[in-house]
C-alpha cells in the first residue's frame, strides 16, 4: 500500500500481477524485409532527432504493420521515453496537445500540404483497480480531472492515461497485436512483445489482454477493430473469435464516450479508403445501428444508388492519394433528406429561400451541434446550395460560379447527381469543358447555350403562326388582279400590293376585281 502511495506521487503506478507484458523479440531487417525506401523522411527526421538528443524513439503502430505486409503507409506515429514537454523542445514547430492522452503533433511545411508526425511518451501499463474514481465524466468531472494523471470513471472508462513508463508496458496498453511493433530505422531491428509479426502471418486482429477488458477502458476501440477489419478485408485478414465476441455487447458502452470524439472515429471510419468494406464489418458484428446516430444513416442508406456512388468515389480518391473532405461524404449521404425538404417547401415559397430553409430544417433533425454549425455545415450548405446554379447558364452566372472556392466539390456532386440520372449528363459535360476552358472557349460555350435557348423558344411560336398560303405568289386571288397593277412594272406591284393589304384597308379590293 506504500509503494502504490509513493508510485501514484510521482506520476507512476504498479503493474497488475495479472498483466502480461509479453515478452521482447527483436527481429533484424533480413527477416521482416520492411522496404526503408517507403519510410517518411519527416518521421525519419523526428526519430533523428530524438535519438541525438539521447532518447529512445521508434516509428510505431499502423504505419510498421503497413511496412510489414508490403503496404505503403499514409501516417506515421512515432514512441519514445521523451517526456511531451522534452519532444517540444526539440523541435521549432511542435504543439502539445489532448488531455486524456497528452501527445505532441510535429507539424512540416504549410497550407494544405503539411504533414504532421505524432509522437507519443511511452505510458505505463495500469491496473484500473489503482487508478483514482470519477462520478461523472470527461465534461462534468473536468475541475476534478485536470490534476490526475490515472483516472476512470464508474464503468472502467480511461478518463486519464499520463503516467510514463517503460516500452515493454508501453506496448501492453496499445489495443492489437499488429499496432503494437516498434521499428528503428537506424538499426533495421523491429521490437515485437506480442507475436504482432506473427499474428500479421496469419492474417488474424487480436487483442491485446482481456478483450472485454480492453473495449471497456476504451469503449472506442470497437470501432477501431471494425476500422482495421475493413481493411486489412482485402488481405485475408480476420477478427479473433475472441476479439470479435464482446463487440456487439460493449457497443453500449460507447453512450458515455463523447459526442464529438465519436463524430471524429466515424469520419475516421469512412474516409480511409474502406467505406463499404467497413459497413459490411459493421453488419456482419451485429453494429448497423447505436454507434451514431449519424453512421446509422450511412450504414441504412448504403442500399441506395447515389450513396454507393459517393462512396466508392470516396474510397477511389483515397486510393488515389487524392483529398476528400468529410463535408462532400456527408452532403450526399444527406441529399435525400434535403432534395425531398426542397420540394414540399417549393410549392408553398420561392425556390431558393425554400432550399436554405430546408437545409435548415435537415441540420436540426441529422446533424445537431456537433460540427453543423462549423466550417463542416457551412461547407456542406454551399455544396447543396449550388446545386440550383448549375441549371443557369446564361449572363454572368458560370463566370462567378466558376470562381467559388467551393465550385469543385459543388461540381462533383452535380456530377454524381449525373451519374445516377438525377441530372442530364450533357449538363455535366458542359459544366466540365467550361471549367477548364480559356475565356474565349467559355465565351462560345455561352453563346451555344444562347442559341440553344432561343432555338427553343422559336421553336412553339413557328408551329403557331398560320402562315399558309405560302408563298402569296402562288394565291390565285394574286394572279387574277395582277394586270390591273400600274403598267411596266412586274413583282415590284406584287410588293406594293401586298403591303396594302397588311392595313385591311385594301385587302378587300381583291376579291372585288373578280
Known amino acids: ?40 523522411e519527416r518521421a525519419l527526421n523526428v526519430v533523428r532527432t530524438l535519438q541525438d538528443r539521447g532518447f529512445e524513439a521508434y516509428i510505431v503502430g499502423g504505419a510498421v504493420r503497413d511496412l510489414l505486409l508490403g503496404l505503403k503507409p499514409k501516417d506515421f506515429d512515432v514512441a519514445t521515453n521523451a517526456t511531451p514537454e522534452q519532444v517540444k523542445a526539440a523541435f521549432r514547430r511542435a504543439f502539445i496537445i489532448g488531455r486524456r492522452f497528452r501527445i505532441v503533433h510535429v507539424v512540416y511545411g504549410r497550407g494544405r500540404e503539411h504533414e504532421v508526425i505524432e509522437v507519443s511518451t511511452f505510458r505505463a501499463h495500469l491496473d484500473n483497480a489503482d487508478a483514482e474514481q470519477v462520478k461523472g465524466n470527461e465534461r462534468s468531472s473536468k475541475q476534478e480531472l485536470a490534476n490526475m494523471k490515472h483516472a476512470v470513471d464508474a464503468s472502467g472508462r480511461v478518463l486519464r492515461d499520463n503516467v510514463w513508463g517503460p516500452q515493454d508496458q508501453d506496448a501492453a496498453r496499445r489495443d492489437f497485436t499488429i499496432n503494437a511493433m516498434y521499428y528503428d530505422p537506424e538499426t533495421g531491428n523491429v521490437i515485437d512483445y506480442h507475436g504482432g509479426i506473427a499474428d500479421a502471418k496469419k492474417k488474424v486482429i487480436r487483442m491485446i489482454g482481456d478483450p472485454a477488458t480492453r473495449y471497456r477502458e476504451d469503449p472506442v476501440r470497437v470501432i477501431r477493430a471494425v476500422r482495421f477489419a475493413a481493411k486489412l478485408a482485402g488481405l485475408g485478414f480476420k477478427m479473433e473469435a475472441k476479439t470479435a465476441a464482446p463487440l456487439k455487447k460493449a457497443a453500449k458502452l460507447l453512450a458515455d464516450v463523447p459526442q464529438s470524439r465519436l463524430f471524429d472515429e466515424m469520419l475516421k471510419l469512412l474516409q480511409t479508403g474502406h467505406a463499404l468494406a467497413s459497413i459490411e464489418q459493421l453488419k456482419q458484428h451485429g453494429l448497423a445501428k447505436g454507434i451514431y446516430p449519424l453512421l446509422d444513416i450511412v450504414v441504412e442508406r448504403a442500399n441506395e444508388q447515389f450513396v454507393i456512388t459517393a462512396l466508392n468515389d470516396t474510397d477511389r480518391r483515397v486510393g488515389e492519394g487524392k483529398p476528400v473532405a468529410p463535408s462532400f461524404l456527408l452532403a450526399c449521404v444527406l441529399w435525400s433528406d434535403v432534395r425531398e425538404t426542397w420540394a414540399h417547401r417549393s410549392a408553398k415559397q420561392p425556390s431558393f429561400p425554400a432550399l436554405q430553409d430546408a437545409i435548415d430544417e435537415v441540420f436540426d433533425s441529422r446533424i445537431g451541434d456537433v460540427s453543423g454549425r462549423g466550417k463542416l455545415g457551412a461547407d456542406m450548405r454551399e455544396i ?14 458560370p ?22 440520372g438525377e441530372v442530364d449528363e450533357a449538363l455535366s459535360d458542359w459544366w466540365q469543358e467550361f471549367s477548364v476552358a480559356s475565356d474565349s472557349e467559355r465565351e462560345d460555350l455561352l ?17 403557331a403562326v398560320r402562315r399558309a398560303p405560302k408563298p402569296e405568289s402562288e394565291d390565285p386571288r394574286f394572279r387574277e388582279v395582277e394586270p390591273e397593277g400600274e403598267e411596266g412594272v412586274g413583282s415590284p406591284a406584287k410588293k406594293r400590293r401586298r403591303r396594302r393589304r397588311k392595313p385591311g384597308g385594301e385587302a378587300g379590293s381583291a376579291p372585288a376585281a373578280e
Not at 500500500?1 to 504498479?14: D, E, S, Y
Not at 462567378?400 to 454524381?416: H, K, N, P, S
Not at 440553344?452 to 413557328?462: G, I, L, T
Open 1 to 40: 500500500m506504500i509503494k502504490q502511495f509513493i508510485n501514484k506521487l510521482m506520476g507512476k503506478a504498479p503493474v497488475s500481477s495479472k498483466t502480461s507484458l509479453g515478452k521482447r523479440h527483436v527481429v533484424p531487417a533480413k527477416v521482416h524485409g520492411i522496404n526503408v525506401d517507403w519510410v517518411d
Open 384 to 397: 447543396w446550395m449550388m446545386q440550383p446554379r448549375f441549371e443557369k447558364r446564361t449572363g454572368s452566372g
Open 399 to 420: 463566370w462567378t460560379l466558376v470562381d467559388q472556392a467551393r465550385f469543385r466539390a459543388g461540381f462533383d456532386f452535380m456530377r454524381l447527381r449525373a451519374d445516377v
Open 447 to 463: 453563346q451555344q447555350v444562347r442559341q440553344e435557348q432561343q432555338k427553343s423558344q422559336r421553336a412553339p411560336r413557328v408551329h
